[in-house]
């Protein structure tokens, strides 16, 4: 299987030697090495939902917090999340990192997360393939 990375997978043209770059430059993504090899794209690739300063939507997406409902619906998220499968997907940099470090299967984390704008519902499904939905109550 060909992992594609997210400029191929859009054609937006910022990517590596890309048509658009003369205007718009190299998208932050294609340029961002620190994120090389992560759900194994080339730089950040396969996990562009987590850098910051994307034009994602004919905007620019600050954060994850601010891409978090774009990004989850994105086909670029969802083919990646697919081609990893459970055990290999790296959501954010940091739970790669993580994960890299510390390879006991058994081992158990609770995870933390903050949006100061929180989406309508979220659903998040945990390694058994369990779904829990969380709604905004306020």
Same mark, same amino acid.
Request: hydrophobic content about 35%.
């Given at each position: 299987?060909?992992?594609?990375?997210?400029?191929?997978?859009? $054609?937006?043209? $910022?990517?590596?030697?890309?048509?658009?770059?003369? =205007?718009?430059?190299?998208?932050? @993504? #294609?340029? =961002? !090495?620190?994120?090389?090899?992560?759900?194994?794209?080339?730089? %950040?690739? &396969?996990?562009?939902?987590?850098v910051?300063?994307?034009?994602?939507?004919?905007?620019? /997406?600050?954060? +994850?917090? /601010?891409? #978090?409902?774009?990004? @989850?619906?994105?086909? @670029?998220?969802? *083919?990646? *999340? #697919?081609?990893?499968?459970?055990?290999?997907?790296?959501?954010?940099?940091? +739970?790669?990192h993580? /994960?890299?470090? =510390? &390879?006991? #299967?058994? %081992?158990l984390? =609770?995870?933390? @997360? /903050?949006?100061?704008?929180?989406?309508?519902?979220?659903?998040?499904?945990?390694? %058994?393939?369990?779904?829990?939905?969380? &709604? &905004?109550? !306020?």
């Amino acid at each position: 299987m060909i992992k594609l990375n997210c400029w191929e997978i859009k $054609r937006c043209g $910022r990517g590596p030697g890309g048509g658009k770059t003369g =205007d718009l430059g190299v998208c932050p @993504v #294609a340029a =961002d !090495s620190s994120s090389n090899g992560i759900n194994g794209g080339k730089n %950040a690739g &396969r996990i562009c939902w987590d850098v910051p300063h994307t034009l994602c939507e004919g905007k620019v /997406q600050n954060n +994850f917090s /601010q891409k #978090a409902v774009s990004c @989850v619906s994105c086909v @670029v998220f969802n *083919r990646v *999340r #697919a081609e990893e499968g459970i055990v290999n997907f790296s959501l954010l940099k940091i +739970f790669h990192h993580i /994960q890299s470090s =510390d &390879r006991d #299967a058994d %081992a158990l984390c =609770d995870i933390v @997360v /903050q949006l100061p704008v929180l989406p309508h519902e979220l659903t998040i499904s945990n390694t %058994a393939g369990d779904l829990v939905k969380y &709604r &905004r109550t !306020s």
